[in-house]
């Protein structure tokens, strides 16, 4: 088994920054890819961005393309940096991982979450 902990979430005006970060425990060898997901009130969980643990590739949502980046910090922590952030992006993230080395965009293909983060981007 695999346990996700997100942190770093908040307030923020548009326009700017906020790092969330995700840490692992358990089974982390099992992590072929850790993703981030969001959900905003009254939609569904939609995909922002995935990293596979071994080669270091991502993968973005075209709405978080060129704002947000993935970066594995080591064998079980994977950040989501986010800069210009607008209102839109107002969701709690979670963080997720799959066994499988390859990223897909379907929260169903993931075995594992975390609980969530809540950011608000305030316009």
């Known amino acids: 088994q695999v346990q996700l902990v997100e942190s770093g979430g908040g307030w923020v005006q548009a326009g700017g920054s906020l790092r969330l970060s995700c840490d692992a425990s358990g089974r982390t060898l099992f992590m072929g890819v850790m993703g981030w997901f969001r959900q905003a009130p009254g939609k569904e969980r939609e995909f922002v961005g995935a990293?596979?643990?071994?080669?270091?590739?991502t993968r973005y949502s075209d709405s978080v393309k060129g704002r947000f980046t993935i970066s594995k910090i080591n064998v079980s922590t994977a950040d989501l940096q986010m800069d210009s952030l607008k209102p839109e992006d107002t969701a709690v993230y979670y963080c997720?991982?799959?066994?499988?080395?390859?990223?897909?965009?379907?929260?169903?293909?993931?075995?594992?979450w975390g609980q969530g983060t809540q950011v608000t981007v305030a316009s």
């Open positions: 990293i596979m643990s071994n080669s270091r590739a």
């Open positions: 997720a991982a799959r066994r499988q080395a390859t990223i897909k965009e379907d929260a169903g293909q993931y075995e594992y």
